[in-house]
């Protein structure tokens, strides 16, 4: 059965996951087919999924702006899709020439004080390194999608092969792109190229080296690195003691006590 002309179709985050969801997934009639099977996310773009207002059914709502006196419209859609699995904890969104970006984090819906779901809002984004990303601003409408699905709690597998999308889309506003950053980092990423991080904020706690200080290291590090060895100049008290050295250490001449004596005395008559 579907939606009678003059009515809209507008359920609650509830009815949409206790009325269709649940029975979608535990394959039980519902109540109506404005809730239609397709493939969000897959090879497609979401401009390539969908048909023209007459066959899908769009409920399409027209407003104009005050401000500038012009006609928006918004197309809103309701669609069953599976969930693509990069990995055990990681689900593919890639769509096309884009992907669907998260929003707003995961919310959950309950029913009561009983929780019976999640609910979480995404957009879709072209990315960079497409061709179409290269004529500037796409002109396929701003897509915005929320993503329902059952609650953990729900031990049935069968439960969750399903989510239900509900799908608005704004003509009047231009397909969102991947900005150029992103492109930047990807690029060197694959050319293996390092991308250098900022800096780390110095913190609070920190305090700055004054530039007497960075000249006493700088004068320590040259003294470090001169070698061992000095010249020195020449005293007496050094003659002295190389001749102690000399007199004491096995090159010297070997004299007898009363040598030493009879030079001394000479020594000390030519002084005199």
């Known amino acids: 059965m579907t939606v009678p002309k003059g009515y809209h179709f507008a359920p609650t985050d509830q009815e949409l996951l206790l009325k269709y969801l649940d029975k979608k997934c535990s394959n039980e009639a519902l109540p109506c087919d404005v809730v239609i099977d397709r493939e969000i996310y897959g090879d497609k773009a979401p401009w390539q999924i969908f048909t023209d207002e007459e066959e899908d059914p769009w409920e399409i709502s027209k407003t104009k702006d005050k401000k500038t006196d012009l006609w928006k419209t918004e197309g809103t859609i309701y669609v069953f899709t599976t969930l693509i699995k990069a990995s055990q904890n990681r689900i593919a969104r890639k769509a096309g020439c884009g992907s669907w970006h998260g929003e707003t984090a995961r919310e959950e819906?309950?029913?009561?004080?009983?929780?019976?779901?999640?609910?979480?809002?995404?957009?879709?984004?072209?990315?960079?390194?497409?061709?179409?990303?290269?004529?500037?601003?796409?002109?396929?409408?701003?897509?915005?999608?929320?993503?329902?699905?059952?609650?953990?709690?729900?031990?049935?597998?069968?439960?969750?092969?399903?989510?239900?999308?509900?799908?608005?889309r704004f003509d009047t506003k231009y397909t969102k792109i991947s900005p150029k950053k992103r492109k930047i980092v990807e690029a060197a990423t694959t050319d293996n190229d390092l991308v250098v991080p900022k800096s780390a904020k110095r913190p609070k706690s920190a305090k700055r080296v004054r530039p007497e200080v960075m000249q006493e290291k700088k004068m320590e590090c040259v003294i470090t690195a001169t070698p061992d060895t000095e010249v020195v100049p020449f005293s007496k008290d050094q003659q002295f003691v190389q001749d102690q050295n000399f007199l004491m250490s096995d090159d010297a001449n070997e004299l007898t006590i009363e040598e030493l004596e009879a030079i001394w005395e000479q020594e000390e008559q030519v002084a005199l």
């Not at 500037?136 to 709690?153: A, C, F, R």
């Open 109 to 168: 819906v309950k029913n009561g004080k009983c929780a019976i779901g999640y609910k979480t809002t995404l957009y879709f984004e072209i990315a960079a390194d497409e061709p179409i990303a290269m004529d500037g601003p796409v002109k396929k409408g701003h897509w915005i999608m929320q993503e329902y699905s059952l609650h953990d709690s729900n031990t049935d597998k069968s439960k969750g092969k399903y989510v239900l999308c509900r799908i608005k």
